[in-house]
């Protein structure tokens, strides 16, 4: 049997196989990457785990109706986050 992926490996992997055509990122909910991690990490919360990698930067959320949809970051829509840039106009 084949080494299990690191949750970063399986979550970027999701991102590019189960986005749909046309579209650079993947609803949480609706593309079934939910109930994927879970079964593949033993029912592990997946929000934590994509949480902790878009608080690295190495994916992109962005909160949509019904869930989150993930990103690459290099193929996130918007560029930078516009709370980020609120926040650097406020000097903060």
Same mark, same amino acid.
């Given at each position: 049997?084949?080494?299990?992926?690191?949750?970063? $490996?399986?979550?970027?992997? @999701?991102?590019?196989? *189960?986005? =749909? %055509?046309?579209?650079?990122?993947i609803?949480? &909910?609706?593309? !079934?990457?939910?109930?994927?991690?879970?079964?593949?990490?033993?029912? $592990?919360?997946?929000?934590? @785990?994509?949480?902790? *990698?878009? =608080? %690295?930067?190495?994916?992109?959320?962005?909160? &949509?109706?019904? !869930?989150?949809m993930?990103?690459?970051?290099?193929?996130?829509?918007?560029?930078?986050?516009?709370?980020d840039?609120?926040?650097?106009?406020?000097?903060?």
């Open positions: 049997m084949a080494e299990k992926l690191s949750k970063e $490996e399986f979550i970027k992997k @999701a991102i590019v196989e *189960l986005r =749909k %055509e046309g579209y650079k990122g609803h949480t &909910v609706y593309s !079934g990457f939910n109930n994927a991690f879970k079964k593949y990490f033993d029912g $592990e919360n997946p929000v934590d @785990a994509t949480n902790q *990698l878009a =608080k %690295e930067e190495k994916i992109v959320i962005r909160p &949509v109706k019904g !869930g989150v993930l990103y690459l970051p290099e193929e996130a829509p918007g560029g930078r986050d516009i709370g840039e609120a926040l650097k106009k406020m000097g903060l």
